[in-house]
């Protein structure tokens, strides 16, 4: 009964899914190889765009603390890398799996003197890795320009760091929002061609001339030229029997069919990356009610993308306490970074907090890290004198 209870019964290795690999499910990307450029060129989409800074500046406006129990000299090395490190670029990668499912960085590392330092993290295109039936993390293997369905390449450990979204058993790669964006963009642009060609046919007065019923062939071509010639420079000299009409073209209704038919597409678009709101779904009429609900769900989705940056980055800390300190003195604390919101800093908190010392009032470390917005190391309390 316990050897039933303690083995896994339902497994992949029964199926003998393409030669041990995992392959991915998003139907969009088997259909082009595997290459990932088909989703990065949506990103051209200005108002896909748009909403993508959106959420992500929800993320990278954020303030960070550190918190270690261990050593004091472990800590300030663990802030001092931290503050060596390009956050916000490293912040917006990893920000990345929310777009494509999932992130990979390689840590670039330094020796300094006898310790091993991690001074970047450098983020590798996605197509370049793929998951085996086991659900790790494998270097793919490109042949002829295609990639190849083998086992790939074991990866090294304390080297790169799996950043996923939303994974799961059947889909280590992870939910892809530009998969949902992919047909609302495709469409917008096929709409928009349209649309020019539509502005391009009626948007313009038509130009009619007129010429005598005894004109020549020569006349009639001469006249055909200098309408031609009008078109482009709005001027000609014409002769003065000859009779040119502007027509101007009637306003057609099923332009504005396209223009209802794009800003449908963007909404679809919002929806996929910011979730629906009320103000998504309001569109240009709007009201205080529905601007507060879309905030504070843009403010979740960024408490809940921070995460990914949290867990890349503890990460990070963990190779390093490992490889720097573990066998030194048996230190396995755990490094955990955090990022928290950043307060408007007012004059009348300021003049506040100022009347309050007066008052005898002495505030914490904390206090001032948290109201404005300061690292451990970015100040000390001056002691008393009185």
Not at 48 to 55: D, E, F
Not at 104 to 119: D, F, L, Q, Y
Not at 215 to 236: F, P, R, V, W
Request: proline share 4%; charged share 30%.
């Amino acid at each position: 009964m316990k050897n039933t209870l303690l083995k896994e019964r339902a497994v992949r290795e029964v199926l003998n899914l393409f030669n041990d690999v995992l392959p991915d499910p998003d139907k969009i990307l088997a259909e082009n190889n595997y290459d990932y450029s088909i989703y990065r060129e949506l990103l051209l989409d200005a108002h896909l765009s748009a909403t993508i800074q959106q959420r992500k500046s929800q993320v990278l406006q954020m303030g960070w603390e550190l918190n270690y129990d261990g050593p004091e000299r472990i800590k300030n090395e663990l802030v001092e890398i931290i503050q060596n490190m390009p956050l916000q670029e490293i912040g917006n990668n990893v920000l990345d799996a929310v777009l494509y499912g999932y992130a990979v960085g390689e840590v670039n590392w330094e020796m300094r003197g006898s310790k091993i330092i991690p001074v970047n993290i450098i983020y590798k295109p996605q197509e370049w890795f793929m998951f085996d039936i086991k659900n790790r993390l494998r270097l793919r293997v490109r042949a002829r320009g295609n990639y190849l369905f083998e086992p790939g390449e074991e990866l090294p450990p304390y080297k790169f760091i799996l950043c996923q979204h939303m994974p799961s058993y059947t889909n280590p790669y992870g939910e892809k929002l530009l998969s949902r964006c992919f047909w609302p963009v495709t469409f917008k642009k096929a709409g928009i061609e349209f649309w020019e060609l539509m502005v391009e046919r009626f948007g313009s007065p038509n130009l009619i001339g007129r010429y005598a019923a005894g004109a020549t062939e020569s006349e009639k071509n001469q006249l055909l030229e200098d309408l031609e010639q009008m078109t482009k420079d709005i001027i000609t000299v014409m002769r003065s029997d000859q009779v040119v009409e502007w027509k101007e073209s009637p306003k057609y209704s099923v332009g504005g069919l396209y223009e209802n038919l794009i800003q449908f597409l963007n909404t679809e678009i919002s929806k996929a990356i910011l979730t629906a709101t009320l103000t998504i779904e309001s569109g240009s009429v709007g009201n205080y009610k529905s601007a507060v609900v879309q905030q504070e769900m843009i403010s979740y989705l960024g408490m809940q993308d921070k995460k990914l940056i949290e867990f890349s980055i503890n990460k990070l800390l963990e190779y390093y306490l490992e490889l720097n300190h573990s066998a030194k003195g048996g230190e396995k604390e755990k490094a955990k970074i955090k990022f928290n919101r950043k307060e408007g800093i007012s004059e009348f908190s300021i003049d506040r907090d100022k009347i309050l010392k007066e008052m005898g009032i002495e505030f914490s470390k904390e206090y001032f890290k948290k109201r404005y917005n300061l690292t451990e190391t970015d100040f000390e309390i001056a002691k008393s004198t009185d």
